[in-house]
């Protein structure tokens, strides 16, 4: 049987999207290639807000991640951490080569502007790594209020790891300031893992110009020179992008106005499911994620268990995230999923916790 999934991805892929994925082949140096890939690279900026370039990786997220300190740290990197996919931006940095501090909060609190603020006043820093969506404490930093800081220190890249918020809470990265905003396709975009996107500044570029030893794959001037061409420096996962050019075209159809009111709604109704049903919300007030939520396993149900019964019943959620494993749960609501389903799963849920507490 297969389990619907609301995990913070893979994330469930809808039959449409798959079936497009099935697209027969096209030779990635040709001029049908070339026409694809401008085509969904005109649509990303669209939805991004921006005028910047938009790049295509065949790579998971964490591979832009580490493009991002290869092509754009010169100097010393601020990283300001919430969890421990933020934690992993900054150890990938020491395994660079890359001087970098940890300038991260306790776990379930969100960056705030005033921290990045005192951090970038010292001068120290010429790139600043935020995580927008934290998916291990299920918390969503303020990325606005910290872009409107970042405007006070130009020679400081903004470099921001999008991969759980894009697609289900709204970016616009040139207003924000944002100089790298990535993302994968297995969350918001509800397509399978394996694909990556970017939007890049031209300041951004300009910076890997200063930099030595950008590595070869992830050669941020590698993948500028073939953009003029509309083709990528290696190979593409040319089925990631004809998905990725259907779901885009879904996404205009619903609405992108419509679309984030959908991922809050269903935000609002997993934390109200949460609330009732005698748990807490991991995050600080204010700060949860509107894509998935972590709530604080304050009635001590055995996940494993709750689990293994929603798997009986053709549903999945997920355990807590590393530290965080055995105090907390997480319920994803993004990408495709509509409030009925999520309605649906909530209600299993409580009749199955009801049933093992």
């Given at each position: 049987m297969h389990k619907k999934l609301f995990i913070p991805g893979p994330v469930e892929v809808y039959p449409d999207a798959?079936?497009?994925?099935?697209?027969?082949m096209i030779g990635h140096r040709t001029k049908d290639y070339s026409t694809l890939h401008g085509r969904v690279k005109e649509k990303i900026q669209r939805f991004l807000y921006t005028k910047n370039k938009v790049f295509f990786s065949t790579s998971s997220g964490t591979g832009v991640m580490e493009a991002c300190l290869?092509?754009?740290?010169?100097?010393?990197?601020?990283?300001?951490p919430c969890g421990a996919f933020g934690e992993r931006w900054y150890k990938m940095a020491a395994v660079n080569g890359k001087e970098a501090d940890n300038l991260g909060v306790e776990m379930g609190k969100a960056i705030k502007p005033e921290v990045v603020d005192k951090a970038l006043s010292t001068g120290?820093?010429?790139?600043?790594?935020?995580t927008h969506n934290e998916t291990s404490s299920g918390v969503m930093n303020p990325l606005e209020e910290i872009g409107n800081v970042l405007k006070k220190y130009?020679?400081?890249?903004f470099l921001v790891d999008a991969v759980s918020a894009m697609a289900g809470a709204k970016i616009e990265?040139?207003?924000?300031?944002?100089?790298?905003?990535?993302?994968?396709?297995?969350?918001?975009?509800?397509l399978p893992p394996g694909f990556s996107l970017f939007s890049i500044s031209e300041k951004a570029l300009a910076r890997a110009k200063q930099v030595p030893n950008r590595g070869y794959y992830f050669d941020f001037l590698e993948f500028d020179k073939f953009d003029a061409k509309n083709q990528t420096p290696t190979t593409p996962s040319i089925?990631?992008?004809?998905?990725?050019d259907h779901q885009l075209d879904k996404f205009f159809a619903e609405g992108l106005d419509k679309r984030f009111e959908r991922h809050q709604k269903m935000a609002k109704m997993c934390r109200d499911w949460v609330i009732e049903n005698g748990f807490k919300l991991f995050p600080?007030?204010?700060?949860?994620?509107?894509?998935?939520?972590?709530?604080d396993n304050t009635r001590n149900i055995d996940i494993g268990k709750i689990n293994a019964a929603l798997a009986e019943k053709g549903f999945i959620i997920s355990a807590g995230y590393g530290k965080?494993?055995?105090q907390t749960f997480r319920i994803a609501h993004m990408g495709d999923t509509q409030p009925e389903e999520l309605s649906e799963l909530l209600a299993v849920l409580k009749e199955i916790i009801g049933t093992h507490a």
């Open positions: 798959l079936k497009v994925m099935g697209t027969p290869r092509n754009c740290v010169a100097k010393r990197a601020a990283c300001f120290k820093y010429d790139v600043a790594l935020i130009p020679d400081v890249l990265v040139d207003k924000w300031g944002i100089d790298v905003c990535l993302a994968s396709t297995q969350k918001g975009f509800a089925s990631h992008l004809y998905a990725l600080e007030p204010g700060y949860e994620s509107v894509t998935m939520t972590t709530a965080l494993k055995a």
